[in-house]
């Protein structure tokens, strides 16, 4: 009996090749169904860094509005404060003025009584007794020696009279000094209030800016891991811009146009109320300066966040920059004085 046959042909080399390609083709697939799964996980855990930094836009972008409606009563504040002193500064000035001519007259007037009380002195009783001794008749004893006392009561009550006003406005002036006193004091604690918020805006902005350069970077990371990528353009900020050379009504028409005509009349009105469209305007007693009058505090706040940091008050372009800036932003609360006038 010979020997058994195998169960399976031997294998040709066609065959082994065929079997070899199966394999290979086997491990690919499973490197690719690997591959593929890598990539979408990479891809969910993209979009869950996208979808956090979205939601950290959010509240940072909530934050920065609840600073802004903050910021926008403060410049309300932070205005009546101004008007006020600008408003009692010149009065304190005429009541010192007014009782330095009333201290003169005062001064004038005893000083022309002790002349003549010296005179009497020196010419003695008699000077005063031969006046009425001197009369013709009773009626005219009767008119020296009422005129003796008129002069007399006349002085004493001018005097008096002077006085009297005198220390009604020395009174006044106090009143006034202890206001303005008071309205320093609250400029000063309107001007730090004004600074923290202007400090913690910043840096809610710039976390902002962290934030939206994050969600950019994560967008691009989705896009990336996405089969059909739609990249988006990366925004630059705008740089400060170069003086313009434009007069002020060409600026203030300019820069307040894209809030529309009526926010552009409005800005026509509050200029000439506030400086008569003179970029060099300044008034001593409250510091503010320029074409939309803005005091030291809120300019320091609100022009580096109008991309006018650095530029001095006095710049008309940058001036009604930072003023069309504030009112996008704000509204008119930093002009709330001239609401009534400019219908604002």
């Known amino acids: 009996m010979g020997p058994l046959s195998p169960t399976h042909p031997p294998l040709t080399s066609r065959s082994a090749a065929a079997l070899l390609a199966a394999g290979l083709a086997a491990l690919s697939l499973g490197v ?52 006020a002193l600008e408003r009692e500064q010149p009065q304190i000035e005429t009541i010192r003025s007014s009782v330095t001519d009333v201290t003169g007259q005062v001064a004038a007037n005893q000083a022309a009584l002790d002349a003549r009380a010296a005179a009497l002195y020196e010419q003695g009783p008699a000077s005063g007794l031969a006046l009425l001794l001197d ?6 004893f009767a008119d020296r020696l009422q005129y003796v006392g008129t002069v007399s009561r006349s002085d004493s009550d001018l005097i008096a009279s002077l006085s009297a006003q005198k220390a009604q406005l020395d009174a006044r002036g106090t009143a006034l000094s202890a206001s303005i006193a008071a309205l320093q004091t609250t400029k000063a604690s309107l001007n730090q ?29 989705v896009e990336e891991l996405t089969p059909s990528p739609t990249p988006s353009p990366t925004p630059t900020p705008s740089p400060t811009p170069p003086p313009s050379g434009l007069t002020v009504r060409e600026l203030i028409a300019q820069d307040f146009a894209p809030q529309g005509q009526t926010v552009v009349t409005q800005a026509m009105c509050v200029a000439r109320l506030e400086s008569g469209f003179n970029p060099d305007a300044y008034n001593s007693a409250s510091g503010a300066s320029g074409v939309f009058q ?39 609360s930093n002009w709330s004085a001239d609401t009534k006038a400019c219908g604002l």
């Open 294 to 332: 803005f005091i030291p505090s809120t300019w320091a706040a609100l022009s580096p966040a109008a991309g006018w940091g650095g530029a001095s008050v006095f710049d008309a372009d940058a001036n009604v920059g930072v003023a069309a800036w504030t009112v996008d932003q704000y509204g008119w």
């Open 193 to 221: 209030e004004a600074t923290a918020l202007a400090a913690a805006l910043a840096q809610q902005l710039t976390t902002i800016t962290t934030l939206n350069q994050e969600q950019v970077a994560a967008q691009a990371l």
């Open 135 to 140: 009369a013709t008749s009773f009626t005219d």
């Open 32 to 83: 690719a169904a690997t591959a593929s799964a890598d990539s979408s996980g990479d891809l969910a855990k993209a979009r869950a860094q996208l979808a956090a930094v979205n939601a950290r836009i959010h509240e940072a972008e909530a934050q920065r509005d609840a600073l802004k409606t903050q910021i926008s009563d403060l410049l309300a504040r932070i205005d009546a404060n101004r008007r």
